[in-house]
């Protein structure tokens, strides 16, 4: 019996081309998007999940409290490891890890010339042991045991041994120092919140050989065992706390405490938190789950609208069917037969087009298609059970409508389908909706984009070079930055801990010297020329002097050196601009204000400015910013190259544009704008497709009312007002939904910003004037279609 359904719905499509090819390429975009999405989905829920018992194995992070501020941070002492495999029993084993691209590169000599390289970390003999990375070779028990080994990432180990093999016992030469090569594993996996391509012996470290309660700046894991009991482990942790660093709490006012997460939640936790690779916002998940819900929900009123449209086609053949005895479940399994037809037909077209799409998939979105998880047993489940859901809901309403039919009303030419024009009505509202809502959302994400491309950052951000050094280049560096200013390649040039797009390091004030608050403060170590080289703005006091005294030099000894805060750091401290300048404070040594500058961000938007303080301390410096002249780069920047080469020649002259790194901290936000652009067209897309068909029902519907109004002396302007009105008064219904879920959808993506952008209401017109002009393009071109039919025709067969 299927066999003939199969049959007769292959004969059927065959002969309506037009209807067979909108279907099939409305539901092949439709189910494409909602696969694509659902795989990008899955790759970010996956984080994590590869090692052996990754539900007991826990990140630990720290909490400091101080002068009534809270501060979170991913990074623990290096003490916290050894402490907890020695007085903790619910850990089973721990490993520690430092990541040095934090603080900088690392130089690794490659015969004729130094490489450059990033990725860079230390960690303890139990790193395989908690992450149980596949080994190529090397035991992971006994890689990283002694000093100055290391293990190389499979593709790290080609690029300096050619092969995996040839790297076995090798040694490299990093900073200076020889490395022997005990192991190379293969590469992270792009759902593993770590990343590296050399991962050396902690025991290389000096906090390897003497570990210590300060500072924070290590990643600390630990296993715990089966059935752990957590409340006790906060307990003990707590306890732990108090034994080793209360009289440090006590003694400078702070308190902190050890918190832990499940290693799962890193990717998709709390973003304030440090980790190796960016995290992602949850909420974001959500949003793209529910477009591809509802792009197949268009796809499949696509194929109703179709449906409904060609069913006045139809209707003899239902007729002629029922009166050569043709039973209802026989015609309703011959429709239905048909949506499954179409429905596979796309799937098989969804399947294809995701096969050549998997490299520009993974080069836009950063994440692999893993198309393999499709023909995994759960995979097929899933899509056969898709292709149930769209094939039943595609073909039950007009299977059950065709099949219904009376045979003498069924051979009849004024067929109507009862209790149907709601249903249509909803179908079209619904499509208009999801493309107003998804082009409202497009237009919110890009306003939000464009606000922080061109807000004023309280800096000078345009045409400055950053060139990272190591620090064992801290003896020249003073004349590399005379030579870029005596060439002339550079206008102004300042050495400096951070970009100023990100500074990161964490200080405290004090009580003291008549100030009794304590502040955690940013701090940012920098030479007197920053403020010439980044046009701060100094609201109150004066610029660093040429010869300003450096914090490092008045530390050692012991006497009073200069900091410059910023607006909201005074504001912290209970001071006005004026009153602070002058003013003494405990910086952990003595510290006097001496100028006041404008809040600028220096960090992401999506935080409030706080309080920072610039020091002059080039000691602690990382990078030179360069202010360039005006014009072309390209002639400043080989200059610059050339002195490099001949003050450091052991190292590459790499550079970056401040302004092209500040893009590039948005680059997650710049993926979302950029899909949900994508996938607004792709539900206007499938949406004109389900208005053609309506139209075409309508235009079916009055042809008669049409062709009599043309004899008449009617215009197309005529015909189109005809078929339009109805649909314009949907766009409205649909506008007002869309609009409220506008209205919903920016508070909750901006609720991620601190400093965010005002909602235009010409986002919500422009949006809702694109939709209805593109449909009003589709329903022209259906008028067209109906109005050039002679009326001879169409009246003599009625």
Known sequence: ?????????????????????????????????????????????????????????????????????????????????????????EVEIATLLF???????????????????????????????????????????????????IVLTESTAKRYFRNTADANGKTLKIDGKEYLVKGVMQDFPSNSHLDFDFIASFATHRHGKNPEWSPSNYYSYAKLIPEADLPALTSKLDQMVEKYMGEDMNNYGFKTSFLFQPVTSIHLGDNRLQTVKPTSDIRQLYIFGLVAVLLIFIGIINYVNLATAEATERNKEVGLRKVMG????????????????????????????????????????????????????????????????????????????????????ALGKNIKILGGAWLRKGLVVFQFFVSIGLL?????????LDYMREVNLGYDREEVVALSYHYNMRETVGSLKNELLRSGAAQSVTLAADMPIYIKAGYKIFPGFGNEKEIMITGYSVDPDIVKTLGFKILAGEDFAADELTRTAARDQDIEHAVMLNEAAV????????????????????????????????????????????MVDP????????????????????????IWKTLAPDRPFNYKFVDQEYARMYSSEEKTGTIFSLFSGIAILIACMGLFGLVSY???????????????GAKASDVLKVLSADFFVLLGVSAVLATVFGIWFSNQWLEGFANKTEVSPWIFVTAILVVGFISFLTIGYRTIKVFVQNPANTLKDE
């Open 619 to 642: 000691e602690q410096s990382n990078v030179i910013l360069a202010k360039l002249p005006k014009g072309n780069p390209t002639e400043n920047l080989a200059t610059m190259e050339g």
């Open 1 to 89: 019996m299927w066999k003939n359904y199969f049959k007769v719905s292959f004969r059927n499509l065959s002969k309506r081309k037009l209807y067979t090819g909108i279907n099939i390429l409305g539901l092949t975009i439709a189910i494409v998007s909602f696969l694509a999405i659902s795989l990008y989905i899955y790759h970010e829920l996956s984080y994590d999940k590869m090692y052996t018992d990754s539900e007991r194995i826990y990140k630990f992070n720290q909490e400091f409290v101080s002068g009534g501020e809270t501060q979170l941070v991913g990074t623990t002492p290096s003490l916290l490891v050894p402490t907890l495999m020695e007085e903790v029993p």
């Open 326 to 409: 043709a039973s209802r479940v026989q015609l309703f399994g011959q429709f239905i037969s048909e949506s499954f037809i179409l429905t596979f037909s796309g799937l098989i077209f969804s399947l294809l087009v995701l096969y050549f799409l998997e490299q520009p998939f993974e080069n836009f979105s950063g994440v692999p298609l893993q198309l393999d998880l499709l023909v995994s047993p759960v995979g097929m489940v899933a899509v056969f059970g898709l292709l149930l859901v769209i094939g039943f809901l595609s073909g039950i309403y007009p299977a059950l409508f065709l099949s219904g039919m009376e045979p003498l009303r």
């Open 440 to 448: 409202v959302a497009t237009l919110i994400v890009q306003q939000q």
């Open 99 to 149: 990541d040095l691209s934090i603080f900088s590169s690392v130089m690794v000599e490659a015969g004729e010339g130094n490489q450059e390289e990033s990725k860079f970390a230390f960690a303890d003999q139990n790193f395989f042991k908690v992450f149980d990375f596949e080994m190529i070779f090397g035991n992971p028990d006994l890689v990283l045991t002694e000093p100055n080994q």
């Open 571 to 614: 504001k912290e401290l209970g001071w006005t601009n004026e009153e602070a300048v002058g003013k003494k404070l405990n910086f952990g040594s003595p510290t006097y204000v001496k100028a006041v500058v404008a809040d600028f961000y220096f960090n992401s938007l999506h935080h409030q400015v706080g309080p920072l303080a610039i």
């Open 698 to 712: 309508v235009a079916l519907r009055k042809t008669r009312e049409i062709s009599i109004r043309k004899v008449l």
